[in-house]
């Protein structure tokens, strides 16, 4: 079933979990790029932002979402990465990467024609890079992303070991980081970051 906005924040409030998977799928890849961006580590930031998605399903019936799903989520992101940064006593010059008064603009609302422009060239860049991958690495990646499979239900799948799922998805992500980054850079120039 293929979800509006506005029926992904319902059916996550209703407790739907199709809905919450769809929203995971959407936004995961592109919340992780804007995490490691600020706290400079892939591993740091997909646990960030695995967090922020628990979060919202743990505080689902009451989520209050005044602005679009995608600002909602790269707030809580943004948020969350500064405070593990300052949980972790990491440098100020990394806190200062992304502004609280910058952040809006990674949250363009994809209503718009030029956030719909921003998203196709995205995922068309995203989509590239994937098909770029190894072939076992490509597989690793589509499983875990476009399935939801776990680490240990692809590593059964495949009949290969959870270590060997981890390595892959590590490279998956940092390729597809190298393929996203002079995009993000050019973005967050272009906002004054």
Not at 82 to 98: A, P, Q, V
Not at 130 to 136: C, K, Q, R, S, V
Request: include cysteine.
């Amino acid at each position: 079933m293929e979800y509006s906005k506005q029926q992904l924040i319902d059916g996550i409030k209703q407790g739907d979990l199709a809905a919450f998977e769809e929203l995971y799928k959407q936004y995961y890849i592109y919340l992780c790029l804007i995490a490691e961006h600020i706290v400079r580590n892939p591993s740091d930031a997909e646990e960030i932002v695995s967090d922020v998605f628990v979060r919202l399903w743990n505080i689902r019936e009451n989520i209050k979402i005044t602005t679009s799903i995608k600002a909602y989520l790269v707030k809580a992101v943004h948020n969350t990465s500064l405070n593990y940064l300052e949980r972790h006593k990491i440098s100020d010059n990394l806190t200062d990467s992304l502004s609280n008064s910058n952040y809006e603009l990674l949250a363009w609302d994809s209503d718009y024609p030029l956030g719909q422009l921003y998203e196709k060239e995205i995922m068309n860049i995203l989509d590239h890079g994937i098909n770029t991958l190894p072939d076992a690495c490509r597989e690793i990646f589509i499983l875990s992303r476009n399935e939801g499979l776990t680490y240990y239900k692809i590593a059964g799948k495949l009949g290969i070991s959870v270590n060997t799922v981890k390595t892959q998805m590590k490279i998956a992500l940092a390729r597809l980081h190298e393929n996203l980054k002079d995009y993000l850079m050019i973005l967050l120039f272009f906002i004054g970051i």
